[in-house]
Protein backbone atom coordinates (compact mmCIF):
# COMPACT_ATOMS: atom_id res chain seq x y z
CA UNK A 1 0.00 0.00 0.00
CA UNK A 2 2.61 2.09 0.80
CA UNK A 3 5.63 3.17 -1.65
CA UNK A 4 8.18 0.44 -1.40
CA UNK A 5 12.02 1.36 -1.14
CA UNK A 6 12.93 -1.01 -3.61
CA UNK A 7 14.41 -4.06 -4.80
CA UNK A 8 18.12 -3.40 -3.54
CA UNK A 9 16.88 -3.07 -0.12
CA UNK A 10 15.31 -6.34 2.46
CA UNK A 11 11.85 -6.13 2.43
CA UNK A 12 11.08 -7.11 6.62
CA UNK A 13 7.75 -8.23 6.80
CA UNK A 14 5.80 -8.77 10.42
CA UNK A 15 2.59 -10.72 9.84
CA UNK A 16 -0.29 -11.02 12.50
CA UNK A 17 -3.59 -11.06 13.48
CA UNK A 18 -3.39 -7.59 15.03
CA UNK A 19 -6.51 -7.58 16.58
CA UNK A 20 -6.04 -4.93 17.53
CA UNK A 21 -2.83 -3.71 16.64
CA UNK A 22 -0.47 -2.23 19.64
CA UNK A 23 2.64 -1.31 21.14
CA UNK A 24 4.69 -5.19 21.42
CA UNK A 25 4.00 -4.88 17.84
CA UNK A 26 4.98 -1.07 17.10
CA UNK A 27 7.86 -1.17 19.23
CA UNK A 28 9.17 -4.80 17.78
CA UNK A 29 8.55 -3.90 14.17
CA UNK A 30 10.99 -0.44 14.88
CA UNK A 31 13.29 -2.31 16.79
CA UNK A 32 13.98 -4.99 13.55
CA UNK A 33 14.62 -2.72 11.00
CA UNK A 34 17.03 -0.80 13.19
CA UNK A 35 18.71 -4.15 14.15
CA UNK A 36 18.59 -5.37 10.41
CA UNK A 37 19.43 -2.39 8.87
CA UNK A 38 16.09 -2.00 7.05
CA UNK A 39 14.63 1.51 6.39
CA UNK A 40 11.15 0.01 7.41
CA UNK A 41 9.04 -2.89 8.56
CA UNK A 42 5.96 -3.61 6.61
CA UNK A 43 2.68 -4.93 8.90
CA UNK A 44 1.20 -8.12 6.96
CA UNK A 45 -2.23 -8.65 8.54
CA UNK A 46 -3.71 -11.84 8.21
CA UNK A 47 -7.18 -12.74 6.76
CA UNK A 48 -7.99 -15.99 8.42
CA UNK A 49 -4.93 -16.80 10.18
CA UNK A 50 -4.39 -20.52 10.20
CA UNK A 51 -4.01 -21.95 14.09
CA UNK A 52 -6.12 -19.99 16.27
CA UNK A 53 -9.65 -18.88 17.06
CA UNK A 54 -11.92 -16.99 15.08
CA UNK A 55 -11.10 -12.85 15.33
CA UNK A 56 -13.13 -10.71 16.87
CA UNK A 57 -12.55 -7.45 14.74
CA UNK A 58 -13.33 -7.86 10.58
CA UNK A 59 -10.20 -7.14 8.20
CA UNK A 60 -11.71 -3.71 7.33
CA UNK A 61 -11.63 -2.53 11.16
CA UNK A 62 -8.42 -3.98 11.75
CA UNK A 63 -6.58 -2.50 8.29
CA UNK A 64 -8.42 0.39 10.04
CA UNK A 65 -6.89 0.52 12.91
CA UNK A 66 -3.56 -0.16 11.18
CA UNK A 67 -3.53 2.58 9.19
CA UNK A 68 -4.35 5.04 12.15
CA UNK A 69 -0.97 3.29 14.82
CA UNK A 70 1.24 3.84 12.05
CA UNK A 71 -0.19 7.14 10.75
CA UNK A 72 2.79 8.53 8.88
CA UNK A 73 5.96 7.15 10.21
CA UNK A 74 8.07 6.12 7.58
CA UNK A 75 9.53 3.24 9.27
CA UNK A 76 6.58 1.31 9.22
CA UNK A 77 4.22 0.33 6.04
CA UNK A 78 1.12 -1.87 5.27
CA UNK A 79 1.00 -4.97 2.48
CA UNK A 80 -2.88 -5.81 2.48
CA UNK A 81 -1.99 -8.59 -0.15
CA UNK A 82 -3.79 -11.39 2.05
CA UNK A 83 -6.60 -9.55 3.09
CA UNK A 84 -7.11 -9.37 -0.37
CA UNK A 85 -6.63 -12.33 -1.41
CA UNK A 86 -9.11 -13.50 1.68
CA UNK A 87 -9.71 -17.10 2.77
CA UNK A 88 -7.61 -19.29 5.39
CA UNK A 89 -3.95 -17.12 5.33
CA UNK A 90 -0.92 -19.20 4.88
CA UNK A 91 1.94 -17.72 4.96
CA UNK A 92 3.69 -20.00 2.58
CA UNK A 93 1.60 -18.50 -0.30
CA UNK A 94 2.29 -15.12 0.46
CA UNK A 95 6.12 -15.56 0.63
CA UNK A 96 5.72 -17.98 -2.94
CA UNK A 97 3.87 -14.46 -4.05
CA UNK A 98 6.51 -11.77 -2.93
CA UNK A 99 8.97 -14.08 -4.50
CA UNK A 100 7.34 -14.40 -7.90
CA UNK A 101 7.43 -10.63 -7.60
CA UNK A 102 11.27 -10.16 -6.02
CA UNK A 103 13.48 -12.87 -7.20
CA UNK A 104 16.11 -11.51 -5.69
CA UNK A 105 15.21 -9.78 -3.37
CA UNK A 106 16.22 -10.27 0.56
CA UNK A 107 12.80 -11.43 2.37
CA UNK A 108 13.28 -11.30 5.59
CA UNK A 109 9.48 -12.57 7.53
CA UNK A 110 9.91 -12.31 11.25
CA UNK A 111 7.92 -13.75 13.58
CA UNK A 112 7.83 -14.06 17.67
CA UNK A 113 9.76 -16.67 19.67
CA UNK A 114 7.23 -19.09 20.10
CA UNK A 115 5.71 -19.23 17.30
CA UNK A 116 8.95 -20.34 15.76
CA UNK A 117 9.32 -22.89 18.24
CA UNK A 118 5.99 -24.48 17.28
CA UNK A 119 6.90 -23.65 13.10
CA UNK A 120 6.09 -27.18 12.85
CA UNK A 121 2.56 -26.73 12.82
CA UNK A 122 2.84 -24.48 9.57
CA UNK A 123 1.49 -24.96 6.32
CA UNK A 124 4.79 -26.38 4.56
CA UNK A 125 7.29 -25.07 7.01
CA UNK A 126 10.13 -26.74 5.44
CA UNK A 127 9.75 -24.69 2.10
CA UNK A 128 10.00 -21.04 4.29
CA UNK A 129 13.61 -20.79 4.41
CA UNK A 130 14.13 -21.90 0.94
CA UNK A 131 11.63 -18.37 -0.17
CA UNK A 132 12.78 -16.17 2.99
CA UNK A 133 14.89 -15.61 5.84
CA UNK A 134 13.41 -15.71 9.58
CA UNK A 135 13.83 -13.19 12.25
CA UNK A 136 13.06 -14.09 15.54
CA UNK A 137 11.88 -11.49 17.75
CA UNK A 138 13.31 -12.48 21.23
CA UNK A 139 13.87 -10.87 24.84
CA UNK A 140 16.92 -10.31 25.83
CA UNK A 141 18.90 -13.77 27.15
CA UNK A 142 15.71 -15.53 25.66
CA UNK A 143 16.98 -19.03 24.84
CA UNK A 144 15.71 -20.57 21.25
CA UNK A 145 14.40 -23.73 20.07
CA UNK A 146 14.85 -24.19 16.60
CA UNK A 147 12.44 -26.41 14.68
CA UNK A 148 13.72 -30.33 14.57
CA UNK A 149 15.54 -30.24 11.02
CA UNK A 150 19.19 -30.24 10.59
CA UNK A 151 18.63 -27.51 7.58
CA UNK A 152 17.38 -25.20 10.11
CA UNK A 153 20.16 -25.97 12.87
CA UNK A 154 22.67 -25.14 10.03
CA UNK A 155 20.31 -22.11 8.98
CA UNK A 156 21.21 -19.98 12.53
CA UNK A 157 22.75 -16.24 11.43
CA UNK A 158 24.65 -13.85 13.95
CA UNK A 159 24.81 -11.30 11.50
CA UNK A 160 22.32 -9.29 10.02
CA UNK A 161 24.84 -8.48 6.94
CA UNK A 162 24.15 -12.01 5.86
CA UNK A 163 20.58 -11.77 5.62
CA UNK A 164 20.80 -8.13 4.04
CA UNK A 165 22.98 -9.51 1.39
CA UNK A 166 21.23 -12.92 0.35
CA UNK A 167 17.68 -13.50 -0.75
CA UNK A 168 16.72 -16.21 1.74
CA UNK A 169 17.85 -19.26 3.99
CA UNK A 170 18.83 -17.75 7.35
CA UNK A 171 17.20 -17.42 10.34
CA UNK A 172 18.49 -15.08 13.17
CA UNK A 173 17.02 -14.12 16.90
CA UNK A 174 16.59 -10.30 17.09
CA UNK A 175 16.30 -8.90 20.80
CA UNK A 176 13.78 -6.22 20.69
CA UNK A 177 12.40 -3.86 23.76
CA UNK A 178 10.56 -6.27 26.14
CA UNK A 179 7.09 -5.28 26.23
CA UNK A 180 4.51 -7.72 27.80
CA UNK A 181 1.85 -6.61 25.77
CA UNK A 182 -0.84 -8.88 24.06
CA UNK A 183 -3.85 -8.34 22.25
CA UNK A 184 -5.61 -11.27 24.24
CA UNK A 185 -4.86 -9.03 26.94
CA UNK A 186 -6.43 -5.85 25.92
CA UNK A 187 -9.63 -7.70 24.65
CA UNK A 188 -10.03 -9.39 27.53
CA UNK A 189 -9.51 -5.63 29.37
CA UNK A 190 -12.43 -4.05 27.29
CA UNK A 191 -14.86 -7.31 27.60
CA UNK A 192 -14.35 -6.54 31.44
CA UNK A 193 -14.97 -2.45 31.17
CA UNK A 194 -11.13 -1.95 31.86
CA UNK A 195 -9.24 0.47 29.63
CA UNK A 196 -6.13 -0.78 28.08
CA UNK A 197 -4.68 2.43 27.29
CA UNK A 198 -0.97 3.10 27.17
CA UNK A 199 -0.87 -0.71 26.01
CA UNK A 200 -1.64 0.57 22.64
CA UNK A 201 -2.10 4.39 20.40
CA UNK A 202 -4.93 6.29 21.79
CA UNK A 203 -5.99 6.84 18.19
CA UNK A 204 -5.99 2.97 17.91
CA UNK A 205 -8.45 3.02 21.37
CA UNK A 206 -10.56 5.90 19.90
CA UNK A 207 -11.12 3.70 17.01
CA UNK A 208 -12.40 0.91 19.21
CA UNK A 209 -14.35 2.93 21.39
CA UNK A 210 -16.37 4.25 18.62
CA UNK A 211 -16.66 0.91 17.03
CA UNK A 212 -17.85 -0.37 20.09
CA UNK A 213 -15.31 -3.39 19.61
CA UNK A 214 -14.38 -5.88 21.80
CA UNK A 215 -17.15 -4.89 24.26
CA UNK A 216 -15.87 -1.56 24.42
CA UNK A 217 -19.24 0.36 24.03
CA UNK A 218 -18.51 3.30 26.85
CA UNK A 219 -15.40 3.25 27.29
CA UNK A 220 -13.39 6.25 27.18
P1 LIG B 1 -3.15 -12.44 20.40
O1 LIG B 1 -2.99 -12.09 21.85
O2 LIG B 1 -4.52 -12.14 19.84
O3 LIG B 1 -2.68 -13.84 20.07
P2 LIG B 1 -0.72 -10.92 19.72
O4 LIG B 1 -0.70 -9.75 20.63
O5 LIG B 1 0.23 -12.04 20.02
O6 LIG B 1 -2.22 -11.45 19.55
P3 LIG B 1 -0.39 -11.12 16.85
O7 LIG B 1 -1.12 -10.28 15.87
O8 LIG B 1 -0.74 -12.55 16.95
O9 LIG B 1 -0.50 -10.37 18.27
O10 LIG B 1 1.19 -10.96 16.64
C1 LIG B 1 1.80 -10.65 15.44
C2 LIG B 1 3.30 -10.81 15.61
O11 LIG B 1 3.79 -9.87 16.59
C3 LIG B 1 3.72 -12.19 16.12
O12 LIG B 1 4.93 -12.56 15.46
C4 LIG B 1 3.97 -11.97 17.60
O13 LIG B 1 4.94 -12.88 18.12
C5 LIG B 1 4.50 -10.54 17.61
N1 LIG B 1 4.18 -9.89 18.87
C6 LIG B 1 2.98 -9.79 19.46
N2 LIG B 1 3.07 -9.11 20.62
C7 LIG B 1 4.37 -8.78 20.77
C8 LIG B 1 5.11 -8.09 21.81
N3 LIG B 1 4.52 -7.61 22.90
N4 LIG B 1 6.44 -7.95 21.62
C9 LIG B 1 7.06 -8.45 20.52
N5 LIG B 1 6.42 -9.10 19.51
C10 LIG B 1 5.09 -9.27 19.65
Redesign the pocket.
Known sequence: MSPDPGPDRPLLL??????PI?H??L??ALDAAAALGADSTTLLPAATPAL?DPLAASAEQRLAMLKLAIGDDPALRIDDCELSRGGQTYTVDTLRSLRTKWPERSIIF???A??FSRLQRWQQWQSLLELAHLGV?TRPGQALQPPPLASFLAARSDTPRQLRQSSNGHWLPIE?TP???????I?RLLARGLSPRFLLPDVVLDYIARAGLYGAAGTP
Open positions: LGGSFDHGHRARLLGDALVLAISATQR
